[in-house]
Structures are given as structure tokens and as C-alpha cells.
């Protein structure tokens, strides 16, 4: 998905060191791109909800639901291009594996969250790319203001989808355990994923910009939820 010249030492070879972590990262950002966009070649767990039997909803509790799972979708659509994005400029090389290993797991969600959709008779929003340029671009001004800064911001980001994960689980329906175990283990793995960006250096955001990150979530998850 990206193309890149080989880098080579003075006397005109490769140095095996700088190509093989030049091709590490090519290699994490085409993954999360592909995972963006549907494509879930490396996914590594299996669907916590593989295994339920799809429960029997009335339409409106189909609708509901499917409309849930669509703005969970969308939020990793979002996730992917965060990661994408924060990663292109990180300083560190610790915070940067940090950014691609947590894009490549949350990749699981995302291909979780396009099954439950199918299982529901729904599709993802129509929107999502127009998601994921908006939330390259935040990525990227984030990362710029260094790296705490850019840890700050995905620990931020992360506490707010566990809010917003806890309130889809108080309101999806009680039958549709397949949905309610794919959200219940997303929000494991965001809550984690707090945790170790807090713990490898993440600043805490000033009151106007987590105020910001939440009115922007709120737009998002209410244009995802209808289209």
C-alpha cells in the first residue's frame, strides 16, 4: 500500500538495521489501512461472539441495535486512522510500536463489529471515509505536539469510548448477547489501552480539549447511528 526506496549506508548497501525497521513500519501502517477499510487478513482473535445463537428481536430492537454496532464501527474506523496518523510522526520509537500494536488489536473490533452488522441485516455508515480523513488529521496534529501530548490524546480518547461503551451495554437489548459480548470486550481492551498510554508518559489534557473531543464524538456517533 506504501512504496519506499531501500536507505542505504555510505558505501551504497542497505543497512539490514534502518530496512527491516523501515519495513516494520510500512507493514503497520498497511495493515491498520486495510483494516480500515474492510480488509482483515492478520485479525487474531476469534468474535466473542462466535458460537451465541443470533437472538430473536422485534424490528424496532433490530433496528436499535444494528444502529449501535454501526457507530462502533465507525468509532474504529476512526481508531485506525488516530493510530495512523499519530504514529507517521511519533519522535519515539517505543511510543510509535505502542500506537501499531494497539491499531492492530483494536482491528479485531472492527472486524467484529462488521459481522454483528451483517448478522443484524445492516451495513456500516456511508460516511466512514469521510471519518477516517477527518480523524487522520487530528491524529497528525495531536502527534505534533509531541509525544506525551500524543499518549495524553489516546488515553483520552480511549476513557471516553469506554464511557460510550458502557452506555451501549446498559441499552442494547438483554437478547442480543452476540452484540453485548463483542461491546463488554471492547471495552476491555480500550480500558487497557488507557492504561498503557497513561503509563508510558501520556499528559493529561486541558478541560477544553477533552470538552472539544466529546462534542466531536457526540456528532459523530449521532450522524453514524442513522447513516
Known amino acids: 500500500m506504501f512504496e519506499t526506496s531501500a536507505a542505504a549506508t555510505p558505501t551504497g548497501t542497505t543497512s539490514p538495521l534502518r530496512q527491516s525497521k523501515l519495513d516494520q513500519l510500512i507493514s503497520g501502517f498497511d495493515g491498520v489501512l486495510r483494516a480500515a477499510f474492510g ?13 451465541l445463537s443470533e437472538p430473536s428481536l422485534s424490528a424496532s430492537q433490530q433496528k436499535h441495535a444494528a444502529g449501535l454496532m454501526r457507530v462502533n464501527h465507525t468509532g ?23 500506537l501499531l500494536t494497539s491499531a492492530r488489536e483494536e482491528a479485531d473490533h472492527l472486524a467484529w463489529c462488521e459481522e ?3 448478522a443484524l441485516s445492516s451495513r456500516p455508515s456511508l460516511l466512514d471515509p469521510a471519518w477516517f480523513a477527518g480523524s487522520l488529521a487530528i491524529g497528525l496534529t495531536a502527534a505534533l505536539a509531541g509525544d506525551r501530548w500524543s499518549l495524553g490524546f489516546l488515553a483520552e480518547t480511549e476513557r471516553q469510548v469506554v464511557r460510550h461503551l458502557d452506555s451501549h451495554l446498559a441499552s442494547l437489548p438483554d437478547e442480543d448477547q452476540p452484540s453485548r459480548s463483542v461491546v463488554a470486550q471492547m471495552r476491555e481492551d480500550e480500558e487497557h489501552h488507557a492504561t498503557s498510554a497513561v503509563r508510558s508518559g501520556g499528559r493529561e489534557l486541558p478541560g477544553a480539549v477533552r470538552k472539544l473531543m466529546e462534542l466531536e464524538a457526540r456528532v459523530m456517533t449521532t450522524l453514524a447511528y442513522h447513516i
Open 116 to 118: 454483528r452488522l451483517h
Open 76 to 98: 474504529e474506523v476512526c481508531a485506525q486512522a488516530l493510530y495512523v496518523g499519530q504514529a507517521l510522526v511519533a519522535r519515539d520509537e517505543g511510543v510509535r510500536d505502542l
Open 39 to 51: 480488509v482483515h487478513p492478520g485479525r487474531r482473535r476469534p468474535s466473542p461472539a462466535a458460537g
